[in-house]
């Protein structure tokens, strides 16, 4: 099962920034947090990963809580482009891991 | 970063015969595949992990005989639907990790099947 909990949908105005939250409170020690998106009919694209830090890249920024019990994607200023699903997904990042997907958070962007 | 490939990208066939699915990574070698199903408006669910040279492991639940993979080769892996069904219509996505160390993991752009 997912070990991740995200809200089904969210709305976001061309522009904003997007936060999508996510909880992950059973998260372990050496667990990271991936953030993926899917744009309709196509495969999950890789956004961001982070252990305990923020971490940001050109796409977007990821805040982890000090506890790491939960943690937000930020996109910084969505476009319509933006429209997804996207998947918050606690793993480790080796040795044999499998990446389970949840039931993910339907961006929509509007104009 | 990584591409995979599928191929076909979709495909129609007949109700009792088999399908077979490529999975490619074009530009690493990928020693572990996954394959996953995904339903309209639902989420991925993992089928199986594919390790080069060795039999896959199922997932719970997804039978074998029915959904035969085969990982020959490092930058290969295949899927096939065997005496596929109109309930066997789904995305197929396979994705592929390179194995060396802290790995990320590359998803290739899925195969719509579609069993009349």
């Known amino acids: 099962d997912a070990k991740t909990t995200q809200p089904p949908s969210m709305d976001c105005a061309e522009g904003r920034a997007a936060n999508l939250p996510c909880n992950h409170s059973?998260?372990?020690?050496?667990?990271?947090v991936y953030w993926y998106r899917q744009i309709h009919s196509q495969g999950p694209q890789y956004i961001i990963h982070?252990?305990?830090n923020n971490e940001t890249n050109e796409m977007a920024s990821l805040i982890i809580t000090e506890d790491r019990k939960s943690s937000t994607l930020i996109l910084p200023h969505a476009t319509l482009r933006d429209t997804a699903v996207y998947y918050c997904?606690?793993?480790?990042?080796?040795?044999?891991?499998?990446?389970?997907f949840g039931a993910g958070t339907r961006l929509f962007v509007k104009a | 970063g990584a591409v995979v490939s599928q191929h076909p990208s979709r495909v129609i066939c007949k109700s009792g015969t088999s399908v077979k699915i490529e999975c490619r990574s074009l530009?690493?070698?990928?020693?572990?595949m996954f394959w996953y199903r995904q339903f309209p408006k639902k989420s991925l669910m993992l089928m199986a992990t594919?390790?080069?040279?060795?039999?896959?492991?199922?997932e719970q639940g997804v039978e074998k005989d029915k959904f035969l993979i085969n990982h020959a080769s490092l930058t290969l892996s295949t899927l096939t639907v065997t005496s596929a069904h109109p309930e066997d219509s789904s995305f197929y996505i396979c994705?592929?990790?390179?194995?060396?160390?802290?790995?990320?993991?590359?998803f290739g752009p899925g195969t719509r099947l579609t069993v009349l």
């Open positions: 982070g252990l305990k």
């Open positions: 997904i606690v793993r480790v990042r080796s040795g044999g891991f499998k990446t389970i």
């Open positions: 994705s592929a990790m390179t194995g060396k160390g802290a790995d990320e993991q590359f």
């Open positions: 059973t998260i372990s020690g050496n667990e990271y």
């Open positions: 530009d690493f070698q990928a020693t572990t």
């Open positions: 594919s390790n080069e040279g060795s039999k896959a492991t199922y």
